[in-house]
């Protein structure tokens, strides 16, 4: 019996390519368009401007993750449609995408919850969403950046006076780098647990501080990296001792450094929400 793949599967191959940023370059009045997960975009030079037009379905879902060319530029976009246009005095033929990380924290929540008993410690993988991002003519800032997948809005802190806009995404965790799949649009965090305390430690949900981590690429293991950080956790009544390492992940392997953190130096304070 002949088996019917959807679009997303068949785009899907075992071993995917998953590295869609780089360098595109660009004849005068060419467009380029691309399809990541969901989102479609489309860059064109002008003379003297760079157009940026794309579309996002007003629901998305995090295992979206392929992406590709779309060969007809032409394509009538569905609607709503975003159009930005950046003027300058010339455009020059090389346009840079990139991805980044989150501009704000990002709130994990575990599928199921996970334990760390007393004197015991551990590494648990987990992943958080990209950004993508525009670079002309040495701007040191991009000129548009935008999630491939809108995440949804987090309130994090003790009560609704206190505390942050995050955002939320729900994951699955690994304690081995191997069961965590690779995606194209989001990046790999190791969190080195430590409980010194005398009881078991709980947790339901956690804030990341992405902005004030770095972004790396690993070809060995086809994946964008962040920092590892580190948890040292002493009791109830004491704050976590939070770390970011100044190197890059052991199991990374060799890394090209891809963005540096949004917002070095960054707040780590209530990266957890609470302990039981």
Known sequence: ?????????????????????????????????????SMMLRLTRGLQEWRLEYYRPQFQYDYEQQWHSIQDVNFAFPQPVHVERYMF??????????PR????????????????PAGQRGTLY??????????????????FDIPVIQPKDTWFGP??????MCYATSVDGRTELKLLRPRAFRAVTPIDF?????????FDRMNVPVPALPLFYSESTGRLWTSQIKVLYEGSDRPSRIKIENRTPPLAGEVVYVHPPRAPGGALFNMFDSFF
């Not at 088996?3 to 060419?30: A, C, I, S, V």
């Not at 005095?89 to 840079?96: A, I, W, Y």
């Not at 009560?159 to 942050?164: E, N, Q, S």
């Open 89 to 98: 005095r010339e455009t020059h033929n090389t346009f840079q995408l990139l």
């Open 126 to 143: 987990i992943s958080t969403p990209l950004w993508i991002s525009g670079y002309v003519q040495a701007q040191k800032e991009p000129l």
């Open 101 to 116: 990380l989150a501009d704000r924290s990002v709130v994990i929540r575990p599928v199921d919850p996970i334990y760390i």
């Open 1 to 37: 019996m002949a088996l019917l793949l959807t679009t997303n599967e068949r785009l899907e191959p075992q071993f995917p390519n998953l590295k869609w940023w780089g360098d595109q370059h660009f004849e005068l009045h060419q467009s380029k368009a691309w399809q990541f997960g």
């Open 194 to 202: 430590h409980n010194v305390s005398s009881h078991q430690l709980r």
């Open 159 to 164: 009560d609704h006076r206190t505390g942050d």
